[in-house]
């Protein structure tokens, strides 16, 4: 299995600040044939079910907006907003589907300082 | 617009088995281009993969239930199902149906399961 871990655990910032989530996987999720990584990002609020952000590493979902963004490549990746809403408050998962035993990270819990 | 929503039992005895139903509308549960997952969480805890399967019957589990899972697919009800057999008070979550293109693009509202006497 590939192992994800994500950092920090629980993260709080100020409105219109930015917000750094970093993801970890144990070996490289990059698929050199076609150079694609194979992570995703997920937004979860109370109650609701996850939501998917980014999928490869860097690519936005429709919808999502552009505060947004995935970087990142091998085994070191990050969600970035970049400027801290209200409505953002939630918990974070990144996810891997390079092989097919399907994993994700543990989640990061992202509030207002 | 595709749409998922899981149905079954809230409360599943110890011992016995907990099964599920997902009906998909909006989209065709035969296309090759998806799969249909299972996922699930426990209370206050992170996400679980349970397993996977695409419209020719293929499936992945996770290792961690192997044993105890069966996910299958009846397209002519437009659903897919979850079997989890030998349920435990940990097996006590929300269950989550989901459309997968390696990620998850769209997922039902989930139901709680509670395992319990």
């Known amino acids: 299995d590939i192992v994800m871990t994500q950092s920090p655990d629980s993260l709080a910032v100020s409105l219109g600040e930015r917000a750094t989530i970093n993801c970890k996987s144990s070996q490289s999720v990059l698929y050199s044939p076609n150079n694609k990584n194979y992570l995703s990002w997920y937004q979860q609020k109370p109650g609701q079910p996850p939501k998917l952000l980014i999928y490869w590493a860097s690519t936005r979902e429709s919808g999502v907006p552009d505060r947004f963004s995935g970087s990142g490549s091998g085994t070191d990746f990050t969600l970035t907003i970049s400027s801290l809403q209200a409505e953002d408050v939630a918990v974070y998962y990144c996810?891997?589907?390079?092989?097919?035993?399907?994993?994700f990270g543990q989640g990061t819990r992202l509030e207002i300082k | 617009q595709v749409q998922l929503q899981e149905s079954g039992p809230g409360l599943v005895k110890p011992s016995e088995t907990l099964s599920l139903t997902c009906i998909v509308t909006?989209?065709?549960?035969?296309?090759?281009?998806?799969?249909w997952a299972w996922i699930r969480q426990a209370p206050g805890k992170g996400l679980d993969w349970i397993g996977s399967?695409?419209?020719?019957?293929?499936?992945y589990y996770n290792p961690s239930l192997q044993s105890r899972v069966t996910i299958s697919v009846d397209m002519s009800k437009k659903q897919f199902s979850l079997r989890l057999s030998s349920v435990t008070a940990a097996d006590t979550a929300i269950y989550y149906c989901?459309?997968?293109?390696?990620?998850?693009?769209?997922w039902g509202q989930g139901t709680l399961v509670t395992v319990s006497s």
């Open positions: 399967i695409n419209y020719s019957g293929t499936t």
């Open positions: 989901a459309r997968s293109t390696g990620a998850f693009d769209n």
């Open positions: 996810q891997q589907y390079y092989l097919t035993q399907i994993t």
């Open positions: 909006g989209d065709s549960i035969s296309s090759t281009n998806y799969y």
